[in-house]
T-cell receptor, first 110, second 113 residues
Framework: DVKVTQSSRYLVKRTGEKVFLECVQD?????MFWYRQDPGLGLRLIYF???????EKGDIPEGYSVSREKKERFSLILESASTNQTSMYLC?????????FGDGTRLSIL | GENVEQHPSTLSVQEGDSAVIKCTYS??????FPWYKQELGKRPQLIID?????GEKKDQRIAVTLNKTAKHFSLHITETQPEDSAVYFC????????????FGKGTMLLVSP
């Protein structure tokens, strides 16, 4: 069974802080994704990566960056956290389709 | 890019009734259509998917139908049970390389005993 593990279920940070969200998958998948989930807006793609050190912008990349130094790990970085980045963040991985999701990180920016 | 519309946004049914959730997509190149179920506080989980060379797929009480001409696909749940209560998301993508999914905004299904 595919396991996608996100480092924190809940996180509280302050505005202006640099925030790191970590995601690890154990299935040697090529593709990894970061989404944010907000009520009424569904899942929106922030960034994705199809290989080590490769990254592509999704639909809402502003204010975020990513890092993929190893195949199994994909990090989402909030360079300077703002209150409008309070949200649920979901990581996913895939080898083609389907995508497999982690449990999510509920991030609050105060 | 792809745009996926999902209706209704909320759906309330009595236990034992059927539930239908509908999605439309814009990109005629899309050929893979998964459905995810997300229970409260849990991860989205794939419940069924369909590829464009198939018009219908069933798995016990759930089924998905696809109309490529009209660019819409639907999730059908029969004999609903309270444990079917969740948010359901449809998605669409062209399967090619590292293709990304475009999700609908979700449908909250509430099944009352």
């Amino acid at each position: 069974d595919v396991k996608v593990t996100q480092s924190s279920r809940y996180l509280v940070k302050r505005t202006g802080e640099k925030v790191f969200l970590e995601c690890v998958q154990d299935m040697d998948h090529e593709n990894m994704f970061w989404y944010r989930q907000d009520p009424g807006l569904g899942l929106r793609l922030i960034y994705f990566s199809y290989d080590v050190k490769m990254k592509e912008k999704g639909d809402i990349p502003e204010g975020y960056s990513v890092s993929r130094e190893k195949k199994e790990r994909f990090s989402l970085i909030l360079e300077s956290a703002s209150t409008n980045q309070t949200s649920m963040y979901l990581c996913a991985s895939s080898q083609n389709q389907p995508q497999h999701f982690g449990d999510g990180t509920r991030l609050s920016i105060l | 890019g792809e745009n996926v519309e999902q209706h209704p946004s909320t759906l309330s049914v009595q236990e034992g009734d059927s539930a239908v959730i509908k999605c439309t997509y814009s990109d005629s190149a899309s050929n893979y259509f998964p459905w995810y179920k997300q229970e409260l506080g849990k991860r989205p989980q794939l419940i069924i998917d369909i590829r464009s060379n198939v018009g219908e797929k069933k798995d016990q009480r759930i089924a998905v139908t696809l109309n490529k001409t009209a660019k819409h696909f639907s999730l059908h749940i029969t004999e609903t049970q309270p444990e079917d209560s969740a948010v359901y998301f449809c998605a669409a993508t062209p399967i090619s390389g590292y293709s990304t999914l475009t999700f609908g905004k979700g449908t909250m299904l509430l099944v009352s005993p």
